[in-house]
């Protein structure tokens, strides 16, 4: 007899000397209900499944039997767990019965009575995605935030009734059929502060965009920070797909793009790319580089040298609206910064972030002078190595 996962808990009651040696396992008609299902899915690997139910125990030995057979469990995880007066039974062994999908449990119990039990186990092909929509007003000012999750469930078992936890956010009670797929919103944030940002990296963007042949843009994204005082911070928000729309003022909207963010812990920015714009244009020049503090060999030859280099940019804005641009230079190797005119965060050993503001149909001036230290010949020229090509001349 073989018994679907929503109706495999089998009991068989024995007591010792009661049946013979090598009679087969019976299983009762009646089954004990399914209580309280807990369906977590924090774990990208695996779910983890707690369902509770109360076993009528008799005095002595008790055989249950639990089978899976279709169901995705792996047999490996599977737990039982007392929750009552656990010191009234004991689990004496596990055995697999060959060629089934299944196991017996052999519990000793004091008294006869209703026992409550947790088992758990890692069900696989049951899984979450998480989406989220930001509506962003026509000012670019605020956007109202929701979030959604979506059910697959190919795991060969049906849930009639389930609380689901993602491990973060309040739990949500949901039914959840084998080969069904629901989508439930989770997140409602509404008037959420956003700030727009132009990011400009000088390894990957060309320095003189005048010089092509066709338009650049540079990468703008709205930043979302998950805080109380943006209407959020009360839990981590998930990875997943953001499609990103804009009341254009005429009570339709605009898409204006979609990204994949990253998990974003409380206090942190959700960051939202939505494509390229035109309306900042960056010009960079490499204006100085000159050799210094030359090291010699026994035959006169360098063999290490400092690079005293200088870069300008100018950064204009033709918005009418007040921006701000985020600025990664990448200085490699060993260096001092002997002048800059603009305030920087150094994010890493070779990396420099600024955040320039710009007023609207303003400009930005950006100096940076730095020596490079103890470079090898043949690999000066690492410092301004740029895919983008069109450096600028040194003067």
């Known amino acids: 007899m073989q018994i679907n996962l929503i109706r495999f808990l089998g009991l068989v009651f024995l007591v010792f000397g009661l049946l013979p040696a090598g009679e087969a396992r019976i299983k009762l008609v009646a089954l004990p209900d399914r209580g309280k299902t807990v369906i977590r899915l924090d ?107 979506i059910l697959r469930n ?3 078992e049906d849930f009639e009734k389930a609380i689901i936890n993602l491990g973060q956010g309040v739990p949500f009670e949901q039914a959840l059929s084998h080969e069904e797929t629901s989508q439930s919103l989770f997140l409602k944030a509404l008037a959420v502060p956003i700030k727009k940002v132009w990011t400009f990296d000088a390894a990957v963007k060309p320095w ?104 300008t940019a100018k950064i204009e804005n033709f918005k009418d609206k007040p921006a701000t641009l985020t600025m990664l230079q990448h200085i490699l190797g060993q260096w001092d910064m002997a002048e800059c005119n603009l305030k920087y965060e150094r994010k890493d050993a070779e990396t420099i972030k600024f955040l320039i503001d710009l007023p609207p149909n303003g400009k930005q001036y950006l100096k940076m002078h730095y020596i490079r230290r103890n470079i090898r010949p043949g690999l000066e020229n690492i410092s301004v190595c740029n895919p983008g090509g069109n450096y600028g001349q040194a003067r």
């Open 43 to 149: 774990n990208p690997c695996a779910t983890l499944i707690e369902e509770e139910r109360s076993l009528p125990l008799q005095k002595g030995l008790n055989k249950i039997d639990f089978s899976w057979k279709g169901v995705s469990i792996d047999e490996d995880s599977i737990r039982l767990l007392p929750l009552g007066k656990a010191n009234e039974i004991v689990l004496l062994n596990v055995s697999y019965p060959p060629n089934e999908e299944a196991l017996v449990w052999e519990i000793s119990s004091k008294e006869a009575g209703e026992q409550p039990i947790r088992i758990s186990y890692l069900l696989s092909n049951i899984d979450r995605l998480i989406t989220y929509k930001a509506m962003v007003d026509k000012p670019e000012s605020k956007a109202d935030l929701l979030g959604y999750v």
């Open 154 to 156: 190919f795991s060969g």
């Open 208 to 311: 003189d965009p005048s010089a092509l042949d066709q338009n650049v843009g540079i990468p703008m994204l709205y930043e979302i920070t998950n805080s109380k005082q943006n209407n959020l911070g009360k839990v981590m928000l998930w990875s997943g797909n953001c499609r990103v729309y804009q009341d254009d003022g005429r009570s339709t909207t605009i898409f204006l793009g979609e990204d994949a963010s990253k998990i974003v812990p409380i206090g942190e920015k959700m960051e939202i790319g939505v494509g390229e714009g035109r309306d900042i244009i960056v010009t960079q020049r490499l204006m100085d580089k000159r050799q210094v503090n030359l090291r010699k060999n026994t035959s006169d030859q360098v063999i290490l040298f400092d690079s005293d280099e200088t870069i």
